[in-house]
């Protein structure tokens, strides 16, 4: 037997040949080109899926989370603050309605992003009555407000203060599971390219 039925003899057994065919070096290079391309085309269809930022920011807008707000107040007198997370709970008072919110750190769409470790709990209070029915435990929301100061709370058997933020009528959002999912699609795909020999 000669050395090359020898060698095609070794593959046809499952020894692997030290170098790949023509035909074999084309198609990975083909492999690794598409797989190239669907890590840069996927970011930018996903950014241009996403929903636009709610609220303008600017100057004025102050980054702190409301741990930061409540651990130093008078660090940010009157401060606009651009807030969001999971709804806790719905008062509603004489002739304004509060609600608790555990915060979250906000994407570029400004929805919370609730796989990060929450930033602090805050109250939102708007002016008339809100149907606490609307914003039910568990619900997403996102406010453009001012710091108005602090309260301290009972949670529990503790006492927490929590940053107190007026949010006038409509600098307010409720995300809806579908607003929540985009530009976070939930799906895989693979690209495969066969040699016929």
Known sequence: MNATRRRAGMADFGY?????????????????????LAA???????????????YKTGPEIVNATPDQVAGSPNNFP???????GEVIGVQNLADHTRIE????????????????????????????FLEPMNFPKGSLITVR?????????????ARYIYPMVFVRNGDFHRWTPEEMRQGHPNISFG???????
């Not at 692997?16 to 190239?36: D, G, S, Y």
Request: net charge positive.
């Open 16 to 36: 692997a040949r030290e170098h790949p065919t023509a035909c074999e070096a084309f198609a990975m290079r083909i492999r690794n080109l598409a797989r190239l």
């Open 40 to 54: 840069v085309a996927l970011p930018v269809a996903i950014a241009a899926c996403a929903p636009a930022p709610l």
């Open 78 to 84: 009157q401060a606009q603050l651009i807030w969001g």
């Open 101 to 128: 919110v555990l915060a979250y750190p906000l994407d570029s769409s400004q929805r919370p992003r609730l796989k990060e470790p929450a930033t602090g709990r805050f109250m939102a209070e708007m002016p008339g």
């Open 145 to 157: 407000g001012q710091f108005t100061g602090t309260q301290a709370e009972a949670v529990g058997q």
């Open 191 to 197: 690209v495969g390219v066969g040699v016929i020999r």
